[in-house]
């Protein structure tokens, strides 16, 4: 199969909570729940997310995006995500869109271009896919999301898998949260994810979770801070046989 149906991270935070990445409140949740985008207080806001692979030289995940509210109840989104190395990628960009569609219901969309960078004797591949995504929050303490991946499958690309995601989130008190995710993807295993944050002072969020995929367990865990419409936050992972990786993410909003 050449080309993965979508979770590589993008979000150091997302990887820090076991790689659930629905609930943010950051504009690179157009990757991971479009539906989300219409809750985003800035009106402009963006991010930059960095990881290198396997300790090799320009081996690495790199993803940007940007979130525009112009209107009250919805917003627009666009995301970039690049893994791999100069001569040899995967690449995505995409263009979201997220809308509040009742009270405590938001629905989302978006759709995207895949390219498979190689060198020019063996040419690229292109192909494309389209995401649909929902958030309900029934209370102020839970939320409810979901995500279904290229779910045009077979129609367009069988060599883009789909996959589909539910999470769960819910609000302890103002510093402790807690989330957790099933993820399952056509052909592959079940993936369980799960994550939680705690948030000792305002602006400082300490996260851990982990995740389940073919009976290997991975740790995650990081911490980040925010100010004003500036963010900094750094994800790692411990892999019992790929060892320890590390992420960072910037954002900023206003």
Same mark, same amino acid.
């Given at each position: ?10 979000? *150091? ?57 112009? @209107? ?5 989104? $666009? ?20 809308? /509040? ?53 077979? $129609? ?5 898998? *789909? ?28 993936? @369980?994810? @799960? ?6 002072? /305002? ?25 004003? @419409? ?13 060892? $320890? ?10």
């Amino acid at each position: 199969m050449l080309l993965k149906a979508q979770q590589t991270p993008s979000n *150091a935070r997302a990887v820090a909570l076991g790689g659930i990445g629905q609930l943010l409140a950051s504009p690179s949740v157009a990757y991971y729940n479009q539906a989300a985008l219409a809750r985003l207080e800035p009106r402009f806001s963006a991010s930059i997310f960095y990881r290198g692979l396997l300790g090799v030289p320009g081996l690495s995940d790199r993803f940007f995006s940007m979130a525009y509210r112009p @209107w009250k109840n919805s917003a627009l989104g $666009l995301d970039y995500h690049f893994t791999g190395i100069d001569v040899y990628s995967s690449q995505r960009a995409g263009i979201a869109y997220g809308m /509040r569609a009742a009270r405590g219901l938001y629905l989302g969309a978006q759709v995207n271009m895949h390219i498979i960078h190689q060198p020019a004797y063996y040419g690229n591949i292109y192909t494309a896919s389209a995401e649909l995504s929902m958030l309900f929050t029934p209370s102020e303490k839970l939320v409810i999301a979901s995500h279904v991946f290229n779910f045009l499958y077979g $129609l367009v690309d069988r060599s883009l898998p *789909a996959m589909a995601e539910i999470a769960l989130g819910y609000n302890f008190t103002e510093k402790v949260f807690f989330t957790a995710e099933v993820e399952k993807q056509v052909n592959q295993p079940v993936v @369980w994810r @799960w994550g939680a944050e705690y948030k000792p002072v /305002r602006g400082l969020n300490l996260d851990i979770g982990g995740y389940l995929l073919d009976n290997i367990y991975t740790i995650t865990f990081g911490l980040g801070y925010h100010y004003r @419409w500036l963010g900094i936050t750094t994800g790692f992972e411990s892999h019992p046989l790929l060892g $320890l990786t590390s992420c960072i993410s910037l954002e900023l909003g206003f």
